[in-house]
Nanobody
Framework: QVQLVESGGGLVQAGGSLRLSCAAS??????????MGWFRQAPGKEREFVAG????????HYADSVKGRFTISRDNAKNTVYLQMNSLKPEDTAVYYC??????????????????WGQGTQVTVSS
């Protein structure tokens, strides 16, 4: 059974930083076989793509709204993906989810590309 567990969320003032982690577990689950992504969902809004990263970390993709402020990275040895969030804005407030996918054909920004999802961690940015 595959589990993705997000952590690192919390309350931060505008302009501050947070680092989210997504730890993967499962008897034979290794994130090195998966491309990974971060999505977020604010109250009353649809889930939206934030960032994606290739299996070995040599390719990353970001939503325009976070480009230059957020950085996605991964440590396959630790089975963990990270999202470093700097210069946070109130509009970044949302539940953040990590996701793992193995489909041979995928688009980072499409939720349907992913096979496994975490439960989410709340990020609240105060003005």
């Amino acid at each position: 059974q595959v589990q993705l567990v997000e952590s690192g969320g919390g309350l931060v003032q505008a302009g501050g930083s947070l680092r989210l982690s997504c730890a993967a577990s499962g008897r034979t689950f290794s994130i090195s076989s998966y491309f990974m992504g971060w999505f977020r969902q604010a109250p009353g809004k649809e889930r939206e793509f934030v960032a994606g990263i290739s299996r070995v970390g040599d390719n990353t993709h970001y939503a325009d709204s976070v480009k230059g402020r957020f950085t996605i990275s991964r440590d396959n040895a630790k089975n963990t993906v990270y999202l470093q969030m700097n210069s946070l804005k109130p509009e970044d407030t949302a539940v953040y989810y990590c996701a793992a996918g193995y489909r041979p054909s995928y688009v980072y920004s499409r939720p349907t590309s992913y096979n496994y999802w975490g439960q989410g961690t709340q990020v609240t940015v105060s003005s």
